[in-house]
T-cell receptor
Framework: GAVVSQHPSRVICKSGTSVKIECRSL??????MFWYRQFPKKSLMLMAT?????????EQGVEKDKFLINHASLTLSTLTVTSAHPEDSSFYIC??????????FGPGTRLLVL | AQSVTQPDIHITVSEGASLELRCNYS??????LFWYVQSPGQGLQLLLK??????LVQGIKGFEAEFKRSQSSFNLRKPSVHWSDAAEYFC????????????FGQGTTLQVKP
């Protein structure tokens, strides 16, 4: 149980285009999902908290207009990187909250912006 | 402020040897503590968690961790390491306020020698 999937697993796009990443909880409902960014050999940086049916809460320094988050259902949250630039290239990981504190993570999405 | 410190950035052990990864936290109340493992290019997998009760927690893959309040530590142990245990290990503490957020340590890279 508690399986989280992400799609796509990797994506290459041109600078200036937008990319959408999906995060799904496969066998449970998640009212809260989280989006992280991870740089090479670094820890995870929380970008935002995604709550079903409401606006996402962004961490300080994260541009909400650049990283659009939609949590339209209890099993799906999406992260759209708008007008992507090479500096947005990174490993993006989502997680879903189960119970009060435990998070289960997706396998991650590798984004490369050319 | 809450924080998690993993003092060892990189550890190398021989296959079959015992392992201990250190984790120290800073938190005012009883913390929710987690250990996650990340293989290269993958998401995070939950190894074990501590919320309350018995301070020695058993996890998956033969791992265990001990919560020591007096030392503000939650060290991860395994009696005999396998080559497949080579990965990145993250300790995390649940943030205050029932937000579900996690605060991660910097991670420890485990290398296993044959």
């Amino acid at each position: 149980g508690a399986v989280v999937s992400q799609h796509p697993s990797r994506v290459i796009c041109k600078s200036g285009t937008s990319v959408k990443i999906e995060c799904r909880s496969l066998d449970f409902q998640a009212t809260t999902m989280f989006w992280y960014r991870q740089f090479p050999k670094k820890s995870l940086m929380l970008m935002a908290t995604s709550n079903e049916g409401s606006k996402a809460t962004y961490e300080q320094g994260v541009e909400k207009d650049k990283f659009l988050i939609n949590h339209a259902s209890l099993t799906l949250s999406t992260l759209t990187v708008t007008s992507a630039h090479p500096e947005d290239s990174s490993f993006y990981i989502c997680s879903a909250r189960v119970g009060s504190e435990t998070q289960y993570f997706g396998p991650g999405t590798r984004l490369l912006v050319l | 402020a809450q924080s998690v410190t993993q003092p060892d950035i990189h550890i190398t052990v021989s296959e079959g040897a015992s392992l201990e990864l250190r984790c120290n936290y800073s938190y005012g109340a009883t913390p929710y503590l987690f250990w996650y493992v990340q293989s290269p290019g993958q998401g995070l997998q939950l190894l074990l968690k501590y919320f309350s009760g018995d301070t020695l927690v058993q996890g998956i893959k033969g791992f265990e961790a001990e919560f020591k309040r007096s030392q503000s530590s939650f060290n991860l142990r395994k009696p005999s390491v396998h080559w497949s245990d080579a990965a990145e290990y993250f300790c995390a503490v649940g943030a205050a306020g029932n937000t579900g957020k996690l605060i991660f340590g910097q991670g420890t890279t485990l290398q296993v020698k044959p």
